[in-house]
């Protein structure tokens, strides 16, 4: 019988190409509208290597100080120092970690042999090796000891080392970074421009490098900032008053100064749309996704479901016929349904990879902008970003219940329906 139903449903959708092919390429871009956006939201907050623990990690962007007691808005606005970072967040008891990053530096990097090329620069510390995770090809990254030792380690992106080395098995070589001498102790696989909170090429201690120097506005502020891994998500709020609690106390040594955070440590989702000092308004970010999704659902839907509900009006007559040679409404509503059902996962289908081929075409247009076009490293994009399958699904069964609600509802009419009316096709 199922068979049947869709060899009939095939017959029928090939005798109106028009139409089919009409419904189904309004809802494929419908569909491919919504995974691009989707996309590009779900490559900047979900889980992905090497940022695999967004999902429970706050964020220190930025920071502020102010004269204690003043009301009028007058505020220093910059990154931390990282007296500060040390003071207020390296200390934090009910974090599982807690890394200090600097922002990137570009730098030229170079053999004794004279090979060069230039690069991006991250300073940071030793927990910066467990918040985020790498995939190393060659050694291990440097320790807690060279990082205390305040030692010239190095870790470099296999791109690098390629044009330093050609190859990547070089732990244990060294390289000149600015003509300083550094030690390679490991290379790893070149990381998305898109992970923007540990991209870099090379990596090295913020102890053998500029950082700790890097300070002004009696020592707060510099060039670096806080990433905060949770042991759970719900351990954010202990989190956020524990650094509250160190911040008074940071404080209370500061004289007639005072720092703030503005909101912060944020969430994923927050973090991505700070700007500078600025707290971000999530709820209305939210509703903005919101109102996109929905017009981007709707409008296609509805013009696809008028046209489907006059499609079936146009075959009253043969579902008065069908059931004049014995069709029960059950097998009119079922053949309705099927025919509906191959129309829709095709049209997903050809959705789907719509969406992944303009995601792919346009990526520097969704991705660039002008923070990564500083960067010397490539936008990468990998499937598991990519593909968000409940949502996908979850678009292709908006379009389907609008599609059957507008095709069965007549059908279910026909088939109740005097065989003589259905024919004359008279309501």
Request: with cysteine.
């Amino acid at each position: 019988m199922i068979r049947q139903y869709i060899q009939q449903a095939l017959f029928h959708l090939r005798e109106n190409p028009v139409i089919t092919w009409v419904s189904v390429v309004g809802t494929a871009l419908a569909i491919c509208m919504i995974m691009v956006v989707v996309i590009t939201i779900r490559v900047r907050v979900a889980d992905c290597e090497p940022e695999v623990n967004r999902s429970r990690s706050l964020y220190v962007s930025n920071m502020s100080y102010r004269q204690k007691g003043d009301t009028s808005g007058n505020s220093a606005n910059a990154s931390m120092s990282v007296q500060t970072g040390r003071e207020c967040f390296k200390p934090l008891t009910t974090a599982e970690r807690v890394t200090l990053v600097s922002q990137i530096d570009r730098v030229r990097v170079s053999l004794p042999a004279g090979a060069k090329t230039a690069a991006d620069l991250i300073e940071t510390d030793e927990d910066f090796w467990h918040v985020f995770r790498f995939r190393f090809l060659d050694g291990a990254p440097f320790t807690e000891a060279d990082f205390q030792s305040g030692l010239p380690r190095a870790v470099l992106c296999a791109s690098v080392a390629r044009k330093l080395f050609g190859r990547t098995d070089i732990a244990g070589e060294h390289i000149r970074l600015n003509q300083v001498d550094y030690r390679v102790s490991g290379v790893v696989a070149d990381v998305s421009t898109l992970a923007d909170d540990c991209y870099g090429q090379v990596w090295i201690p913020y102890t053998s490098g500029q950082s700790e120097s890097m300070s002004w506005g009696h020592n707060l502020m510099g060039n670096m900032k806080a990433v905060i891994l949770a042991r759970d998500r719900a351990d954010f709020p202990a989190i956020r008053r524990e650094c509250e609690q160190l911040r008074q106390k940071y404080n209370d040594g500061l004289g007639e100064l005072e720092v703030f955070y503005r909101g912060q440590p944020d969430a994923r989702f927050a973090h991505l749309y700070r700007a500078w000092y600025e707290e971000p308004d999530v709820q209305g970010v939210v509703l903005r996704y919101a109102a996109v999704f929905l017009i981007l659902l709707v409008v296609p839907a509805i013009n696809l479901s008028s046209m489907t509900h006059s499609r079936m009006r146009k075959r009253m007559a043969e579902i008065g016929v069908r059931k004049a040679f014995g069709a029960t409404s059950a097998e009119l509503v079922n053949q309705v349904f099927v025919e509906n059902l191959l129309l829709t996962l095709a049209a997903g289908l050809l959705g789907l990879l719509l969406s992944f081929g303009a995601t792919y075409l346009l990526e520097g247009f969704l991705f660039g902008g002008s923070g990564t076009a500083f960067y010397k490293g490539e936008i990468s994009l990998s499937a598991g970003t990519l593909l968000s399958p409940w949502v996908f699904l979850a678009a292709l069964a908006f379009c389907l219940v609008l599609n059957l609600l507008s095709a069965m509802l007549p059908a279910w009419r026909a088939s109740r329906m005097n065989i003589t009316d259905a024919i004359n096709q008279r309501d």
